[in-house]
């Protein structure tokens, strides 16, 4: 089950199945909703064991552009660029996250943050790494 946050509102939705090296549209539609509806901030995407667990966005307000045009430039999205971009961030990410960074109504960039998981290497101590 994937958790989609935005402000006060939850929506669920079915988690991807392990192998996929894809996004469930309908999956992939909710990230690009929330894309539209930013205008600057950050979309998360959380993955664990090759799966997207959760979605969250965060809001910035520039205290000038209050009561401007709301939310994501629909002309500077091109949806399938979007798309493949993020399958591509997600593709083969057993643990971490992809976020993608918001600036003036545009997409700026996409970062990916891989995380490593040891459960065979001990320190010292018999403690983890």
Known sequence: MIVLRSGGATRRMPALPRDADFLEPRVLDGILELLRGTRHGQ?????QNFRVVQVERRENFN?????GPPGLDAEAL???AVKKKISQALKGLEFGQVVLVVKKGRLAQIERLQKERFSDLQGVYGDGI
């Open 43 to 47: 979309i998360t995407i959380v993955n």
């Open 63 to 67: 205290p000038e552009e209050l009561g």
């Open 78 to 80: 091109n949806l399938t």
